[in-house]
């Protein structure tokens, strides 16, 4: 593996919403079978074909690093959990399509990784409120977002649960991707999603080995701070 490089993605989100179960389906392109909790941090490699199809095509290892806690968790956890967000070039936020609550917990994960802060407080979320999205259109860290257990939404749910997921991706300017892991095809070639997938782990890997910018080689060692005073979720 050393003689390729390599880029880190975090993935981020709620205990329970299945980020190992994602992670193995995208690095091992099988289904987990007997998933179990994450505890610290466990790390999984991907092959990218950089620009595939195209003369600058190239091969690298994209490191997914299933980050494990739960927000709420003491301030000891967050502070052993800020180790982990060192140099990282790009963030999947994960969240369980049948639990608004993880949904809106992707605010503060966002927020404790960005700014590796080991409390992320002062985030308010009210229905209706605006907050400044130019504040992750500024980020340079590239951010995906991952709605899980699709097959478990009732189908007169589908429109409404969407309409939201949508407003997320919105809000973090991130391209959205909606799967159940326990279901390969959702990510099979020539999806929507694959492609999606594909374009996330390109950008990645452009922001981190082809960025003009030196301060944003290594990931976001030195980066605008984020606060949010208000964030809109309906």
């Known amino acids: 593996m050393a003689s390729l490089d390599r880029v880190k993605v975090l993935v981020l989100g709620d205990s329970g919403v ?104 002062g985030v308010i979320v009210s229905n209706g409120s605006d907050y400044d999205r130019e504040q992750f259109a500024e980020n340079p860290v590239p951010l995906l977002l991952i709605g899980t257990k699709f097959d478990q939404i009732p189908e007169n749910k589908r429109n409404e649960v969407l309409t939201r997921t949508a407003f997320l991706s919105e809000d973090f300017n991130a391209e959205e991707i909606n799967l159940d892991c326990t279901n390969p095809r959702y990510l099979a070639a020539g999806t929507s999603n694959a492609v999606k997938l594909s374009r996330f782990f390109d950008k990645v890997i452009e922001k981190r080995y082809f960025t003009r910018d030196p301060s944003q080689m290594t990931g976001f060692t030195d980066r605008k701070r984020f606060n949010f005073k208000s964030l809109h979720y309906d």
């Open 18 to 121: 299945g980020k190992s179960s994602l992670v193995h389906l995208l690095c091992q392109n099988q289904v987990l079978g007997n998933p179990s909790w994450t505890v610290g941090c466990s790390v999984d490699v991907r092959v990218q074909d950089y620009k595939e199809g195209t003369p600058e095509e190239k091969t690298y290892y994209i490191e997914l690093w299933d980050v494990g806690g739960s927000v709420g968790s003491a301030s000891s956890i967050k502070s052993t959990r800020a180790v982990f967000y060192n140099s990282v070039n790009g963030i999947m936020l994960v969240h369980d399509l049948t639990n608004k609550k993880s949904s809106q917990n992707l605010y503060r994960w966002s927020l404790e990784a960005l700014n590796r802060d080991s409390s992320p407080t």
